[in-house]
């Protein structure tokens, strides 16, 4: 019987994914652990491995595709011994699988069968200058609209010649067909571009031509979801607090100066923000109450310090975590995140490297931000935000003298992390900024 390849779910909250490339082409031989296919979710781009052996018999979904759904058919394996043209044909294919092919191909001939004087719901497919249907993705009829594109006119790659985004941006490469402008009513006004009721409050407010619409990719629909959903849920608690680095920046010199070296450079090379992700996990291990999350029947209270570190890629930003940071050495750090950063702005980041952690890291001191609040990101509790270092006047014993400086700002959720909870967190990170031996013994 031939062997469904489905859409895999890569994370607890993943609907649909795209299918960025095929590893694999028809008539393959394959083996459980193989590589089939990279999947881009809105955070990363995954591999997804085999767990049987066969032959290809057919891609169902071409490289490319956008917004397949889990659970949907994308491949079709012949098991060992199983004629490869009849699996193919799907006349092997398990009853689910079948239900839901014959739903697909009934779904056009049920459209066909409408009567004329319908009007045209908003999903329709864009008529054919032959008058036959064209198939085409919803993201891909705006894209042609935008461009002036006749739709009709594009060659469709998706399944079932359907017409999808990639399609639309080779044929606008190529100078594909325009559309003639519909003619307008004398009555009614010309259609604007495809916008929401929110889209109109806002869009009311700037001149005809003066801007352009760049639809919202996955990844920055999630961080407005998220961010959202943290600010309307979670009573965010802000504790500020001044820290010296002069210690700290010469036990870091002291440090790099002191690696070893591998294969011609040195085994490490400790940034600032590597000693700021160890002195956080101190703190918590040192203030466990502060260790925490919330939910609605229970304070759960973690028993190692994972702390994310909130990296910027293209279009957002995702957070790989550094798991039982408090147990690991400066220089173990220091390589993890380098390796973590490196494949976060690949988007090659596992799930389990960037969901859960206890607390996170956000430093715009690189930047030259001097103070600011970063939104607590749940089911965390806390985050930290790192300000610039900078050289500012301190009074000592009476005296003026220079020193490095940097805030750093704790927002915590309120429900589990009261003002003195929070203080007693950060007056230990502090003790560790400025008293960085701590963190080696």
């Not at 009476?398 to 203080?423: E, F, I, K, Y």
């Amino acid at each position: 019987m031939p062997i469904n390849i489905t859409m895999p779910a890569l994370s607890p909250t993943m609907e649909e994914g795209n299918l960025a490339k095929w590893l694999v082409k028809e008539g393959d031989k394959v083996s459980s652990g193989d590589v089939l296919c990279e999947i881009e979710t809105d955070k990363a781009t995954m591999e997804v491995e085999s767990v049987d052996e066969g032959t290809v018999a057919k891609l169902v979904v071409p490289a490319g595709t956008e917004g397949v759904k889990v659970n949907a058919l994308i491949a079709i394996l012949a098991a060992d011994g199983e004629d490869v043209a009849a699996a193919a044909s799907g006349s092997g294919a398990a009853p689910a699988a079948k239900a839901e092919a014959a739903k697909t191909e009934a779904a056009p001939a049920k459209a066909e069968a409408a009567p004329a004087a319908a009007p045209a719901p908003v999903a329709a497919q864009a008529p054919a200058a032959s008058g036959t249907r064209t198939f085409s993705s919803p993201l891909a009829r705006r894209l042609a609209k935008e461009a002036g594109l006749d739709i009709s006119v594009v060659s469709g790659t998706g399944p079932h010649g359907r017409v999808v985004k990639k399609d639309v941006e080779t044929a606008v490469a190529g100078g594909g067909a325009k559309a003639a402008p519909a003619a307008v009513p004398a009555t009614a006004a010309a259609p604007a571009l495809p916008k929401g009721a929110s889209d109109e409050a806002v869009l009311k407010n700037f001149a005809e031509g003066s801007y352009e619409l760049v639809p919202h990719d996955g990844m920055r629909k999630v961080i407005a979801k998220r961010l959202q959903e943290s600010k309307q849920t979670i009573p965010h608690f802000y504790v500020s607090v001044d820290c010296e680095l002069d210690a700290l920046l010469a036990l870091r010199a002291q440090l790099n100066a002191a690696s070893p070296e591998k294969d011609g450079k040195p085994a490490y090379k400790l940034s600032v923000n590597d000693m700021v992700i160890k002195a956080l996990a101190l703190a918590l291990r040192d203030v466990p109450d502060a260790n925490v999350s919330w939910t609605e029947t229970n304070m759960v209270k973690h028993k190692h310090a994972d702390v994310g570190v909130a990296v910027s890629i293209p279009g957002g930003l995702i957070t790989p975590i550094v798991r039982s940071a408090e147990l690991k050495s400066l220089s173990a750090i220091s390589n993890e995140m380098k390796d973590l950063g490196a494949r976060a702005k690949s988007r090659k980041l596992k799930p389990e490297e960037f969901q859960g952690g206890t607390t996170a890291v956000s430093n715009m001191g690189m930047m030259g931000v001097k103070n600011f609040a970063a939104v607590v990101n749940p089911p965390h509790a806390t985050i930290l935000a790192i300000g610039a270092g900078e050289e500012r006047v301190v009074v000592k014993k009476g005296q003026m003298v220079v020193a490095n400086v940097m805030t750093v700002t704790l927002s915590t959720d309120h429900r589990a992390v009261d003002g003195a909870l929070g203080a007693e967190l950060l007056g230990a990170f502090k003790r560790y900024i400025e008293n960085p031996m701590g963190m080696l013994v």
